[in-house]
T-cell receptor, first 118, second 115 residues
Framework: EAGVTQFPSHSVIEKGQTVTLRCDPI?????LYWYRRVMGKEIKFLLH????????ESGMPNNRFLAERTGGTYSTLKVQPAELEDSGVYFC????????????????FGPGTRLTVL | AQSVSQHNHHVILSEAASLELGCNYSYGGTVNLFWYVQYPGQHLQLLLK??????LVKGIKGFEAEFIKSKFSFNLRKPSVQWSDTAEYFC?????????????FGGGTRLMVKP
C-alpha cells in the first residue's frame, strides 16, 4: 500500500512569489490534514479536510494560505505571496476515519515539503 | 488550549543505555496519545499509541510508553537503545471528541545514540 506522498520535497522561492504544495493521501482515506513545522518550533496543525470539505481550518495562519481538495483526493496548499516567516516543513497526513465507536484513527504522515523563502 | 511538553530537546546516549523521554500534556479529560519518530531523511512514523485500556503500551522496535493519568504523562521508554534509534521523537495528543481531530505535538526530542 502506498503511503502519503508530497511534492515537491524541497522548494526555494523568493519573498513575494507563489508556491503550491501537493499532497496525495493514502488511497481510501477521507481525512487529510496539513501541518507545519517552522524551524525550532513544534509541529502545528493547519487544517483538516473530510473528503473535499474543510472540517477545520483554525490553524491556517492568514489569508495568504489557501488549501483545496477538489474531488476529495489529493490536496494542494498554496502560499501567495510567500513571506520569510512561511519557511518551514509542511507535512500532510491522512486517516481513514475520524471517530469509530469512540476511537480515533491513526494519522499517517508524508515526508514533508521543506519550503525556504528567501 | 491543550499543550504538550517534551522536557528534553536533545539526548545523547551510548548504545545499550536505557532511554526514557518525558512527555506531559495539559488536558484533564479523555485523550489519545501518540509517539511518532522521524529517522534522518525519512517521514514521521507512528511508534505507538494509546486510546484506552492497559496504560502500558508496546510499540514497534522495542519501544513502550506508560500513560499515567494522575501525572498527565506519557513517557517513552526503551531498555537498550541501538545506534539505529538515532532520530527525532515527537509526543502528540488528540482529543477524541474534538470535532477538529487535530494532533497537538510537543517540541520534539533529538536522540543521538553513539556506537
Amino acid at each position: 500500500e502506498a503511503g502519503v506522498t508530497q511534492f515537491p520535497s524541497h522548494s526555494v522561492i523568493e519573498k513575494g512569489q507563489t508556491v503550491t504544495l501537493r499532497c496525495d493521501p493514502i488511497s481510501g482515506h477521507d481525512n487529510l490534514y496539513w501541518y507545519r513545522r517552522v524551524m525550532g518550533k513544534e509541529i502545528k496543525f493547519l487544517l483538516h479536510f473530510v473528503k473535499e470539505s474543510k472540517q477545520d481550518e483554525s490553524g491556517m495562519p492568514n489569508n495568504r494560505f489557501l488549501a483545496e481538495r477538489t474531488g476529495g483526493t489529493y490536496s494542494t496548499l498554496k502560499v501567495q505571496p510567500a513571506e520569510l516567516e512561511d519557511s518551514g516543513v509542511y507535512f500532510c497526513a491522512s486517516s481513514q476515519d475520524i471517530q469509530l465507536a469512540g476511537r480515533t484513527d491513526t494519522q499517517y504522515f508524508g515526508p514533508g515539503t521543506r519550503l525556504t523563502v528567501l | 488550549a491543550q499543550s504538550v511538553s517534551q522536557h528534553n530537546h536533545h539526548v545523547i546516549l551510548s548504545e545499550a543505555a536505557s532511554l526514557e523521554l518525558g512527555c506531559n500534556y495539559s488536558y484533564g479529560g479523555t485523550v489519545n496519545l501518540f509517539w511518532y519518530v522521524q529517522y534522518p531523511g525519512q517521514h514521521l512514523q507512528l511508534l505507538l499509541k494509546y486510546f484506552s485500556g492497559d496504560p502500558l503500551v508496546k510499540g514497534i522496535k522495542g519501544f513502550e510508553a506508560e500513560f499515567i493519568k494522575s501525572k498527565f504523562s506519557f513517557n517513552l521508554r526503551k531498555p537498550s537503545v541501538q545506534w539505529s534509534d538515532t532520530a527525532e521523537y515527537f509526543c502528540a495528543v488528540l482529543l477524541p471528541f474534538n470535532a477538529g481531530n487535530m494532533l497537538t505535538f510537543g517540541g520534539g526530542t533529538r536522540l543521538m545514540v553513539k556506537p
